[in-house]
């Protein structure tokens, strides 16, 4: 893991664009990953990502290609290749070239949101996109106003690593110092299961003071709370249950270059007020990340980190889980800190160290 760079081999589904970036047949420029992308919409309404430059001669397929029945035309001899990467026409010839392909990226849409699917080692999807709206019972029985087109804020020319905010879930106490809240909220439930992580946070005294029923159980309401997960380190959604309802927040970074990343944030606000409630709820919903990014833009990233003691394990347990999303599975080339084979109990000595 080089976290003084960006990593531009990172697993995962990342945030390229929202729907509303790529209309009817449009065709866009991309770049993402180290890469020069071509993304369009073709005429049955699909999006697909490709590298950019045809096959033929190098020309851009972003700057002139169209749309055309079978999948995208080069601007420059017409040369179509189709959502698989094949070429299907070759207008001044009988039959199309086969061995050449264009490269293409497996894509989801959902969630008003374009995500393309990125493997260091070209392996295909071995998990799906979240559906934010519908992944909690309290997101699930609401209704939200679209996202587009003021729900959402780009933040581009970053360097802000996926690792450090995908770290967010396991750091309460950043929000009294950045998001000014009176007390820390309180980690109440951590779940991980594969490439997801899923935590809910409790904010406030009657969730520091009392999470657990008398029976010892953890309390079922969610006033109050977030429900995070992560999907991967380039996705995730935060469904905040407050006083005023629900709102559902996903927090998306994607690599560019290496060292610079661009941060895709939405916000859905459940439908239960006027026109003008709504407009003050989407405004205090954008009003925290801003505060994180200043942090993050600047941050470095430390290896091992000096943790408290009731830090340890969140962020070990964190960093250990993140791993899989980096290339390599030996010690040395995961992400750092977490070749962390001390026996329990040795995190007390870590406690304020430097
Ligand atoms: S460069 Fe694309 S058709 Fe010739
Ligand atoms: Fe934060």
Redesign the pocket.
Known sequence: MRLHGLDLELTGWFQVAWSGDIGPEQVVPLRYFGRDLVAYRGKDGVVRVHDRY?R????S?AHGGCVVDEGIQ??????IWAPDGHNVSIPYQERPNKARKLGTWPVVERNESIHVWFDHAGREPYWDVPDALRGTAQAAEREFHPAWPDGREHATDLRVHPQMVVENAVDPHHFRFVHNTPISPVVLQERVEGPEWRARVGFGKRWRDHSHDEHGALRTDTMNTIDILWSGIGVSVNVEHMREGVRVITINVTPVEDGRSELFATYWIDRSGDEATYRRRLADAKLALPDDIKIWNHQVFLDPPALATEEGRGFRRMRQWARQFYPGDVAGNGPTGIDDTRAPGTEKLEAGAP
């Open positions: 045809c033929h001669l190098g020309a397929l080069c601007p420059f001899h017409g040369w």
